[in-house]
């Protein structure tokens, strides 16, 4: 499977908070995985599981990088066969914490699945406390709100769709898509190595 060319799904250019290399970035850093929290009654999904034909579902993730001071944003969409369909992965610098980078990577993720034309998506990333921010009716008064609240605009486009939590070991193919933003700054046109590993392994599992 190929990915995104930037001519044709370009994400908009975004306005960061700038922060430095101090000790509030790294304590933010080093506290990124509290950003995860699930929700212990949540259903556990235990696998990946394949979309309902006709459906597109999209995994996406955010990892938060040292050096060079940032985040990376991974996305992968595979179609109810399981097969990869596209997939994308984007570098962001000044980055605050893990939640700010899941929450860029899910716009992304929007604004290139309005761009390929998709009308009925699920969206799963394992970042249940903005899972639950999209899905609440009310406005989202954190730091991340502006994002959450254009992300919900967006997903208005779509004909149908769903997001959901999924467990962050069921959902390797994002997330090493998101960690190749570190080393591959510059979009390459192949799936990689460790990506169509995953996808296989999800793929065997259901």
């Known amino acids: 499977a190929r990915g995104w060319r930037r001519a044709r799904a ?22 990124a995985n509290k950003k995860h929290a699930r929700n212990p009654a949540d259903p556990q999904y235990t696998r990946w599981i394949p979309s309902s034909t006709g459906k597109v579902k999209i995994n996406f993730d955010g990892a938060l990088f040292k050096v060079p001071a940032g985040a990376g944003a991974g996305m992968v969409a595979r179609d109810h066969n399981g097969f990869c369909v596209a997939w994308n992965y984007q570098f962001i610098p000044h980055i605050l914490d893990a ?38 009716d009310s406005n989202d008064i954190s730091y991340i709100g502006p994002i959450v609240q254009e992300t919900k605009v ?46 296989q392994v999800d793929l065997y599992s259901t």
């Open 10 to 31: 370009r994400p908009r250019t975004h306005s960061y908070c700038s922060i430095g290399l101090d000790d509030t970035y790294l304590k933010a850093f080093q506290e």
């Open 99 to 136: 939640e700010h980078a899941e929450a860029l990577a899910l716009r992304m993720l929007v604004e290139i699945a309005i761009a390929r034309g998709w009308k009925d998506v699920v969206l799963e990333g394992d970042c249940w406390t903005l899972v639950k921010k999209i899905k609440e």
């Open 154 to 199: 967006l997903l208005r486009r779509f004909s149908m769709w769903n997001i959901r939590w999924i467990a962050r070991d069921n959902n390797k193919a994002a997330h090493n898509l998101a960690h190749l933003a570190c080393s591959w700054q510059i979009q390459q046109p192949f799936l990689p190595v460790n990506v169509i590993s995953a996808i």
